[in-house]
């Protein structure tokens, strides 16, 4: 039997800007994943203890306001205490303020724990193909 | 009918110190200080405490009396905290120790290594506080390190289990035929962000009582004044609380901080709830700051640790002679002259500075799309109106107001949310302890007595 994974997504701390977690969240449906929508304005504390109720494979978060480093700044260790070292972590969006270079931000997240980071406007089947990628290494997929 | 008098002691590693108290009249009607004695039989100084006790009252057998103890002699009570992530997990078990009065010897993260777990032995501390893991998150680093503190030697022989719920019966079974004795209590982070230290802290005085004032010789005194019911800084931590909270009907004196410097380390305890005072200000702790906290400089001391407090002043003017007058603390000499005099007063203040700075939250400014933004790592005691002073450097101090402003809030160093505008109250009698231990039986009267004898300056 194939194993369906389990995904979260949404918008981290105060961040309101729904529209990209809603279409990530219908290609992963569409793309036979099962999809725990958290939708917007979600703690980081939620993400976890969603991830633990849901034996989750991966979490998918977006945040175009700007602040997503302060909101994360201790997910990682948090995360590691509730037994969630070995799920993936994703982020996308605008995550810190103003113009800057995709390529910087990215060391600055993966050294929060993020395994994958996106730019602003990253099309949905790019993470996708990812996600299946690193399930697959995994051998959870 | 005769006044219900009360005997309260203090085995201290220098000192063993007795108040008497008329408990009728809030009277303390006499104390003693003797040299403690706990190397050779720690009844010697308390004998002799009670026979200055009597010549001073005219009691005759002051043993009778009713009596509590708290004791720090013989190193105090010595723990290693174990923890998961540094941040969380292992800096709960800290809040846990240092709130049960313990000196926390050892603190540790993650899985132990060989060498940490040799020098673990080495430390041989009296308690080992294992945690690690919300209920139901990490399994594997508990086991782990419960797995190799079961093969340690005779050295380690109490271990409170604190930490993932989940783990206990894989950790039993890991104890089983080890022969120490392991206590399994309530996580000290349940969940992510929450502390819970109280259960923990009812078994660390508990195995306190049973064993380790047996293990450290102190027991010998259980004949004559009954049990030791605490250590030392868990007693003068139940009466900041006492005194902060009040009692019954008599108010206290509303969030306050007690600072305490010492030979080798200097204490700050606060009781507060630490919640920014100004606007736009947002807090970021990790873990939630207790309420009643208490922290310890161990490098921050008058006489052992002198060197290291001396390293403070670096960069600043220091009086003539000051190098060889340090040299002259550490090795026991009291301040006499005038130089020595001022020079153990900047130490002092400058110990306290430090470690009140150390205790307190700071603000962190960052940018956000909307401006400025204030960030709160820790307490905000800006607001805090009482400080009381306590610790010999203090109390014998000629000056301790002037060492009591080393906690104030500074201009130069606005980002520190140390206390604005406290009033300072003297523990002139040295009587904290007292109060912390009279605060278990009779509130009200504990706190009365405190109110009588702490000196506003």
Redesign the interface.
């Known amino acids: 039997m194939k194993r369906v994974p389990t995904v979260i997504t949404g918008t981290v701390g105060m961040d309101a800007h729904v529209i990209g977690t809603k279409v990530l969240s219908r290609a992963l449906r569409d793309a036979g994943f099962k999809v725990v929508e958290l939708g917007m304005q979600v703690t980081p504390?939620e993400f976890?203890?969603v991830a633990?109720e849901t034996k989750a494979d991966a979490i998918l978060m977006s945040s175009l306001?700007?602040?997503a480093e302060?909101d994360l700044?201790?997910f990682n260790?948090?995360r590691?205490?509730?037994?969630?070292?070995d799920v993936l972590l994703y982020i996308g969006g605008n995550l810190v303020?103003g113009r800057y270079d995709p390529r910087e931000i990215e060391p600055k997240f993966k050294a929060l724990g993020f395994d994958r980071v996106y730019p602003p406007g990253a099309e949905p089947e790019i993470g996708i193909e990812d996600l299946k990628k690193d399930l697959k290494a995994k051998g959870k997929m | 009918m005769t006044d219900d008098i009360r005997l309260l002691v203090d085995f201290g590693s220098t000192f063993t110190k007795v108040a008497a108290i008329d408990l009728d009249k809030v009277e303390v009607i006499a104390t003693a200080r003797v040299p403690s004695t706990v190397e050779t039989d720690i009844t010697l100084g308390l004998e002799a405490a009670l026979k200055e006790i009597s010549a001073k009252t005219g009691i005759k057998s002051p043993e009778k009396l009713k009596s509590m103890a708290c004791s720090s002699a013989a190193g105090g009570l010595r723990m290693v905290c174990i923890g998961f992530v540094p941040e969380l997990t292992s800096k709960a078990a800290n809040h846990a120790a240092l709130g049960a009065g313990a000196k926390v010897v050892g603190l540790y993260s993650f899985k132990l290594t060989g060498q940490e777990i040799d020098e673990i032995e080495k430390t041989a501390p009296d308690i080992i506080l294992l945690s690690g893991g919300t209920d139901g998150g990490d399994e594997a680093t508990i086991i782990h390190n419960a797995g190799i503190l079961a093969k340690t030697g005779r050295k380690i022989d109490n271990i409170i289990v604190a930490g993932n719920k989940v783990t206990y019966d894989a950790i039993k079974a890991a104890f089983k035929d080890s022969g120490k004795r392991v206590i399994y209590t309530r996580n000290v982070m349940p969940e992510i962000g929450v502390l819970d230290t109280a259960p923990c802290n009812k078994e660390i005085r508990e195995i306190f009582i049973k064993n380790i004032i047996k293990a450290k010789g102190v027991a010998r005194a259980k004949e004559i004044v009954g049990d030791v019911i605490m250590p030392t800084p868990s007693a003068v931590l139940e009466a900041a609380k006492l005194l902060a909270e009040g009692s019954g009907g008599e108010a206290g004196y509303g969030e306050l901080m007690v600072i305490d410097p010492g030979g080798a380390t200097t204490d700050v305890h606060s009781v507060a709830e630490g919640i920014p005072t100004s606007g736009g200000v947002t807090m970021v702790n990790t873990l939630p700051e207790p309420y009643v906290k208490r922290t310890v400089e161990g490098n921050l001391g008058l006489k052992y640790n002198i060197d290291s407090l001396s390293e403070f002043t670096r960069g600043k003017k220091i009086p003539p002679h000051f190098r060889e007058i340090c040299q002259g603390f550490h090795e026991g000499k009291l301040p006499e002259s005038q130089e020595e005099i001022d020079c153990h007063l900047l130490l002092s203040r400058l110990a306290v500075d430090v470690a009140v700075t150390q205790h307190a939250g700071r603000l962190e400014k960052i940018y956000s799309p909307t401006g400025e933004m204030l960030l709160q790592h820790g307490k905000d005691l800006t607001g805090v109106k009482t400080v009381v002073g306590t610790g010999g450097p203090i109390i014998f101090s000629a000056n301790p107001k002037e060492i009591m402003e080393g906690a104030l809030y500074r201009k130069d160093n606005p980002l520190v949310l140390k206390p604005k505008e406290p009033g300072f109250y003297l523990d002139e009698q040295y009587l904290l302890y007292a109060v912390g231990l009279l605060s278990q039986e009779e509130p009200q009267k504990a706190l009365l007595l405190a109110k009588k004898y702490l000196k506003q300056i």
């Open positions: 504390e976890i203890s633990q306001y700007g602040m302060l700044k201790d260790h948090k590691m205490e509730a037994g969630l070292g303020i």
